[in-house]
């Protein structure tokens, strides 16, 4: 029997001064993700490449302001999210399970290092 259900975003803010997105959790954490590390780590296949194919992440060094700041963000079926992005960038989808793993709060910080 597996009752675990992973706790789902609630709602979100977006900080145009720290230019970071906290997301409200069902379970009341609230995690934060710099714009510019979600960006980075856009999954979808022109980013992050795809079959063998590098993506247009991989020739890059450095992004621009608009690639980086954060407009929107839309549900995607109950799974996850995708961040729509001032360039008009919109295929990324951030499941909550990798949202979640990847909260750069204090919290979620040292439990990763510390281990527990
Ligand atoms: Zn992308
Ligand atoms: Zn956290």
């Given at each position: 029997m597996n009752q675990y259900k992973h706790p789902t975003p609630l709602s979100f803010v977006l900080d145009d001064e720290k230019r970071q997105l906290t997301l409200i959790w069902s379970d009341e954490h609230e995690s934060i993700h710099s714009w510019e590390t979600l960006r980075w780590a856009c999954p979808c296949a022109w980013c992050a490449g795809e079959g063998g194919q590098p993506g247009m992440l991989q020739n890059k060094t450095s992004l621009s302001i608009e690639e980086t700041t954060l407009v929107n963000i839309e549900p995607v079926g109950r799974y996850g999210l995708t961040p729509i992005w001032?360039?008009?960038?919109?295929t990324g989808i951030f499941t909550y399970e990798k949202l979640r793993a990847s909260c750069e709060c204090q919290q979620c910080q040292d439990k990763r290092y510390f281990g527990k």
């Open positions: 001032e360039d008009g960038h919109h």
